[in-house]
C-alpha cells in the first residue's frame, strides 16, 4: 500500500478536567472511506476539530501527504485541504445558496460581486450533487438538513478538498438523503480523496467503508485496515471494552388498563383522524419514514400544536392540551428530537439543565431552591446513565453529543410524570450507552408508568416495543403486536404502497 495521505500523530487535547485525546496516532489513506467509532465522548469529534484546526492541540501533529502540520486555527487547515461536515451544520442561514456556496471566492467584476457568473458557477455545482433542484438563490434556511448538508459538501468541493470529514451525517436524514449521500460519499472516495466518516450505525460502516478505527475514552485501541473478517460483536466489544451480547435486553411484562386514549384527532401534519390507545406498563412504539407525521401526531396529543378536532382521554379525563404546561402537569412530558433548539441551555450547568423542567420551575418560583436536593438528584442520574462529564456543575454544551441527550432525558424521570413521549430517544446514542436507555425504559414500565417512542430505527422499535403503530403520509395505517412486528413487515407498512 502507498503511504498514507494522513497521519495523526502522538495527539493529546486536554480540556479542563478532561483528557479528550489521549497520544492518538493511526493514519489514513487515500481513496479510502476510513469510519471513525466509539462510545459518546470517546473524543470524535474532538479529533476532527484537531483536523480542522478549531481544537488546539495539547502535543502532537498531523502528517498530511508528507508534511508536518501543527494547525493554529480553522484557516491554516482550510488551505492544507482540509474540510469538515460538521454534526451542526456551520452554514449562514439568512444568507443564498449560491453566496453560502462561493463564501470567501465570491466571483467579482469590475469591484463588485458577479451575480450571473455567481448563479452559473452555484448552478453547476448543485447539478453535480444531484440537488439541480435546488434554486441559488433560495435561502438557506429553506432548506432541509439534507439539503443543506449538501450545500456543505458542495463547499468542500469546490475548494477541492482532500480530506473530508464526515461527523454523524445521516443522524438526521430521511431514507431518501441518505442514499444520495451515501452515493456522494463513495464517489468522493473514487476520485482519491480521504473520507473519515464517524458514525454510531453499524451497517453504515459494513457498506460503505474501507477500514476503521476505534477510540474508547480518549485513546485510539485499534485501525482495522481491512473489513474482510471483522464483525459486528467485535467491534462492538473494542468500542465499550466488553461483549455485549443483546444491545437491546427486553423485558416481558403485563400490561394494564388503557391510560391514554387518542380519538379522531386531526390538525397540522395529520391527513386524516388518527386514533389509538396506550396501555398502563407499555412502551408503545411510533414507526415510520421521516415525514410520515409522527412528531406531528405527539405534538397535538402533547398540546404543542392545538389540534383541530377529536379528543385525547388520559387517566379517565378527557380533554385537548392547549400548552405543553398542561400536559405536563397532567402527568404527560414531550422529550423532543432536537435538543440543540428545543432541549437545553448550553451554558448552563449539568444539574440545572437536568433539574428545569416546568414542574420544578414553577415549584421554586418565589419557593427556595434545593441545592443540596438537585445536587443529589443530578449525580444520581449521571451515575445510573453513565453520562461522561467532569461534574455536575460542567457547561451542558461541553459534553459530546450524545451525553447532552442523556441529561435531557434524565431530566423528566426525576418528575412526576406517567406517560413519557420520546422522540428519537437514541439518536446519536452510542451501543454501550442505548442498553442503558432501553433499560430505564423498562424499568419506567415496570413501575407502571407508560412510553411512546418515536423512531426511525426498523430494529430499535421491533426490539423493545410491546406495541407498535406504523404512519405513512399523515395517516396510522395500523398498529403491529410485538410478535407480529418483523422488521419487514414494519417496513412494507411504512413504505409508499
Ligand atoms: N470545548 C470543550 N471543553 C471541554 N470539554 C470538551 C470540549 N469539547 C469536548 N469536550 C469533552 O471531550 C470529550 C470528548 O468529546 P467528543 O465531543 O470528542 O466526543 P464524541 O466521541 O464526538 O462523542 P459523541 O458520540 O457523543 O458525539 C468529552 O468528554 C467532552 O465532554
Ligand atoms: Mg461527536
Known sequence: MTDPYLRFEDISVVFPGVRALDKVSFAAHAGQ????MG???????TLLKVLSGVNRV?????WIDGQRHV???????LREGVAIIYQELTLSPNMSVAENLLLGQLPTRQGFVDRRR?????????KDLGEGAIHPSTKVRELSIGQQQMIEIGRALLRDARIIAFDEPTSSLSVQETRQLKRIVARLRDEGRVVLYVTHRMEEVFEMCDAVTIFRDGKHIRTHEQMGTLTHDLLVSEMVGRDIDDVYGYRARETGDTVLSVESIEGRGINAPVSFTVKKGEVFGLFGLVGAGRSELLRLVCGVETPKGGSVTFNGTTRRFKSPGEAIRAGIAMCPEDRKSQGIFPVASVADNLNISCRRFFKRWGVFRHPGRERRNAEAYIQKLSVKTPGY?????????????KVILARWLAEEIDLFVMDEPTRGIDVGARR?????LYDLAEQGKSVVVISSDLAEVSSICDRIAVMRDGELIEVVERDEATPERLLGLALPA
Open 39 to 45: 462510545e459518546n465522548g470517546a473524543g470524535k469529534s
Open 393 to 405: 456543575r460542567a457547561p451542558i454544551g461541553k459534553l459530546s453529543g450524545g451525553n447532552q441527550q
Open 436 to 440: 442503558d436507555i432501553y433499560s430505564l
Open 118 to 126: 455567481l448563479k452559473e458557477r452555484a448552478l453547476a455545482i448543485l
Open 58 to 62: 495539547t502535543e502532537g501533529a498531523l
Open 71 to 77: 494547525f493554529a486555527n480553522a484557516r491554516e487547515a
Open 33 to 36: 472511506v476510513h469510519a471513525l
